[in-house]
């Protein structure tokens, strides 16, 4: 099946003629020179290259529409019309029939869509790469949007992520930047992601809990999950609107303040990763709509939950220490900070190690996100990884690729945005509140019940910890005595295995002296009594001496 897959993707890339994506400067090698000749000459689509593009992604199923989704955020890195198209991925993906639609909806929920609803639209209020999404009305008068998987799509996803670990294990075994990089580790990441979106029912958990976390904020909005109406291929949410955040002509044309609008999607993002430690993990354009009924003040609107992404403790500390030190430009602490967390081998050259992290991002401070291409950054510091062997942390990619999503859409809302004046205070005061006295606190606040639960139980624990404490003396003093029991038997094998070797070439001596005669060797009295000295000698230290 893999290979079947491989050919597949191959005859797409040919099909489409991808190679014209391919910069003019690029050095083939000769084979693939003679391939590309051969196809120029066979086929020549008629669409652009940026269309063709967006239709291959679509061909190959969700792996690649996923890709083309991140892809379609940076436009510092492709052409207008490359990112023009590619953005039709968010939501344009083509449907899928309504009959089929249909059907898994009265499967799933067990009864006729005339007697779930009282009204359903059969044309698809939007079609993405995993799911498809239609308007309804529920019999209690609601109006909501009904989620369907489509149908097969877990056996293509299943197909491409056995493809992505096959190239995975080809780039960690012959590739020198292979083992460093982990991508067998990723692929395997990416896999639980994507399989994640298959379920509805977590989609449905994961929405309901960020609605509670953010339930009469005023800054994001999570629709209502009707859970009668959820099964692990259908979902109905309460239906929401509003504009797109791609569409910043009708924000701007409605009065909206792009400003603060970018600078609450910053917010959001951070609360989401260090308070919450919950975050939408997918919050491309497709998936985040603006409320813009207040232009002055408006405010996001999240859908498809179904990535949410958390760090452990100790990542999220690492990950916040490094961030306040990007912010002030101390580039030691960086270098420090990924030594001491094991980012970078324990013996690296801290001091050469910052100063090549301050050559990749001292250029891009003070500067407006339009003229920063974060794309170069991270290439600059790929590079640096390369040199001081800098390990990929698998469980930091679905964040780097959210950073790659909100930075996309803050350049789409508001390009004179500074992302570091922006987060720096907050980061500050997150810091602030976790390390001083009121974080103190807090932590003590959030451990009182469990001390008070235990209060009653300390002084037996207090027993207990002092009959322990003598229970070990007793049995360090019982191993002593034992290991001095064992360094005594040891030195007495070692004389006796010292004596038996030399009783033993005592007696070999002997025998070899005693034995002469008989083999015809003239020997005198003082030999053969010297040879009966040297056996008596040999029983001693063998048989004797203790």
């Known amino acids: 099946m893999r290979l079947l897959r491989i050919i597949r993707i191959l005859w797409v890339v040919c099909k489409n003629r991808l190679d014209r994506l391919l910069p003019a400067d690029w050095v083939l090698p000769w084979w693939a020179r003679t391939a590309l000749s051969i196809l120029r000459l066979v086929r020549t689509p008629s669409e652009s290259p940026a269309v063709s593009l967006r239709q291959s992604l679509e061909q190959l199923g969700p792996v690649f529409v996923k890709f083309g989704q991140i892809l379609s955020t940076r436009r510092d890195l492709f052409p207008d019309d490359v990112a023009d198209e590619l953005q039709k991925l968010q939501d344009q993906v083509p449907a899928f029939a309504t009959a089929d639609a249909r059907q898994i909806i009265e499967t799933a929920l067990g009864g006729k869509i005339d007697s779930l609803f009282t009204a359903f639209d059969d044309e698809p209020l939007a079609s993405a790469s995993v799911a498809q999404v239609h308007t309804a009305n529920l019999k209690t008068g609601e109006s909501v949007v009904v989620k369907i998987i489509r149908p097969g799509i877990d056996i293509i996803i299943k197909q491409d992520l056995r493809v992505m ?241 909100i930075e996309g859409m803050g350049r789409q809302l508001y390009p004179q945005l500074d992302l570091w004046q922006t987060a720096a205070p907050y980061m500050e005061r997150w810091m602030k509140d976790r390390m001083g006295l009121r974080g103190l606190l807090k932590q003590v606040g959030n451990h009182a019940p469990d001390l008070i639960e235990q209060l009653p139980e300390l002084p037996q624990l207090a027993l207990s910890a002092v009959m322990e404490l003598r229970h070990l003396g007793r049995n360090n003093r019982q191993q002593t005595r034992l290991l001095e029991q064992l360094r005594v038997s040891l030195e007495a094998s070692n004389r006796q295995q010292r004596a038996s070797r030399i009783g033993g070439l005592a007696l070999l001596l002997a025998l070899v002296v005693t034995t002469l005669p008989a083999a015809g060797v003239a020997t005198s009295v003082e030999l053969l009594t010297g040879a009966g000295v040297l056996g008596a000698i040999g029983v001693y230290w063998m048989f004797i001496k203790p």
Not at 203 to 232: F, I, M
């Open 165 to 405: 670990y096959l190239l995975a294990n080809i780039l960690e075994r012959s590739w020198e930047d292979g083992k460093r990089l982990h991508p067998i580790a990723v692929v395997r990441d990416y896999e639980r992601t994507i399989l994640d979106e298959l379920d509805l029912l977590l989609e449905a958990a994961n929405a309901t809990q960020l609605r509670k976390h953010w339930n009469d904020s005023g800054k994001l909005y999570v629709p209502r999950v009707y859970w009668d109406y959820c099964r692990t291929n259908v979902m109905v949410m309460e239906r929401i609107h509003g504009f797109g955040a791609a569409d910043v002509q009708g924000l701007s044309s409605r009065g909206v303040n792009l400003q603060k609008l970018a600078h609450l999607g910053v917010e959001i993002f951070f609360t989401q990763v260090f308070e919450h430690n919950f975050f939408h993990a997918d919050m491309h354009p497709g998936n985040v709509f603006i409320d813009a009924s207040d232009p002055e003040n408006p405010t996001y609107i999240a859908l498809d939950c179904a990535i949410i992404g958390s760090l452990t403790e100790n990542d999220k500390n690492y990950l916040a220490r490094n961030l306040l030190a990007f912010f002030h430009q101390d580039y030691y602490e960086v270098a420090r900070l990924h030594v001491e967390s094991e980012w970078v081998p324990l013996d690296t050259d801290i001091k050469e190690f910052e100063a090549v992290i301050r050559s990749v991002c001292e250029p891009i401070f003070q500067k407006p996100i339009s003229e920063i291409s974060f794309g170069k950054v991270l290439l600059s510091l790929f590079q640096t990884a390369r040199r001081f062997d800098m390990e990929v942390q698998p469980q930091l990619v679905l964040l780097q690729k959210t950073l790659l999503n």
